[in-house]
């Protein structure tokens, strides 16, 4: 746990040198103007009703901007959020960033039996890796209880579990690479079972 501490230590403090000098501090209350387009996929707040357009409320700050930058420039390829994303600026993309930071993230899920059953499993691996890949623990970078850390690494709770599931197998088919390729790398590893379980227990964390 120690080094797996260090080693996103050590990634945060990179990340000053990247994203975190890309984007001066937004203006929430300009951001929250600028949202009026984003709302009709992921709700006024940053919380969708559709599975696969995600939850963006409450993200750790910064990376919402960053993902928007990363769909302007084609390396985070998706046909609609590219649409999206071509129009804004970065001063635009900062403020939509503060905005959606400050809004509260989703908490009340409701389970299936069978999430619950593939949750279980799930949460052995995002707890304690999977050694058999060299699978760091996903609470490493992520938080226990799912929160992320700024800059780099998302919040994955309160988050529909279609669309994580979906981003995991995008990273591990090459289709989206990341920050550094870490999420690639560490998919890569994964069974699409694995992935299922993962899913269905970060889409339970509160
Ligand atoms: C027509 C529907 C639609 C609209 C409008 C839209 N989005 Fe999206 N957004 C999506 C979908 C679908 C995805 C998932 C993309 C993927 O699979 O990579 C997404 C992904 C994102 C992500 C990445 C989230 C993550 O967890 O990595 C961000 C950030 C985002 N959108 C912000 C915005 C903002 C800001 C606006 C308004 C300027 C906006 N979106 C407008 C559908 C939409
Ligand atoms: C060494 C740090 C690290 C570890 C360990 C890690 N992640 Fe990540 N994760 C990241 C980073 C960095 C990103 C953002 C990548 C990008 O830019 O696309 C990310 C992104 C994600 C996303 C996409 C979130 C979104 O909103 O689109 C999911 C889902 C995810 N990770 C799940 C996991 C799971 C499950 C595990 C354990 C099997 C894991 N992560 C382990 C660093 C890590």
Not at 84 to 99: K, R
Not at 134 to 142: D, K, L, Q, T, W
Request: net charge neutral.
């Amino acid at each position: 746990m120690f080094n797996k501490a260090l080693l996103c230590t050590a990634f945060t403090v990179l990340s000053v040198f990247t994203w975190g000098n890309a984007f001066a501090a937004g203006d929430a209350a300009a951001g929250e103007a600028k949202s009026a387009v984003c709302a009709a996929c992921h709700g006024p707040t940053g919380i969708s009703s559709i599975p696969i357009n995600p939850n963006i409320a409450g993200q750790v700050p910064g990376y919402i901007a960053a993902q928007l930058k990363a769909f302007k420039t084609g390396e985070r390829v998706n046909p609609v959020m590219a649409g999206q994303a071509a129009i804004l600026s970065d001063e635009d993309m900062a403020d939509l960033d503060a905005f959606y930071a400050a809004q509260d993230a989703q908490t009340s899920t409701s389970m299936t039996d069978e999430d619950k059953a593939l949750a279980e499993e799930g949460g052995k691996i995002y707890r304690g890796g999977y050694a058999k890949r060299g699978i760091a623990a996903c609470m490493s970078c992520h938080g226990p209880s799912g929160h992320g850390i700024p800059k780099n690494y998302p919040r994955v709770s309160a988050q529909h579990k279609e669309y994580l599931e979906q981003q995991l197998l995008a990273y591990k088919k090459g289709e989206r690479r990341g920050y550094n390729g870490i999420m690639a790398d560490i998919s890569f590893g994964l069974s699409e079972l694995q992935i299922k379980q993962l899913s269905a227990y970060m889409a339970g964390l509160q």
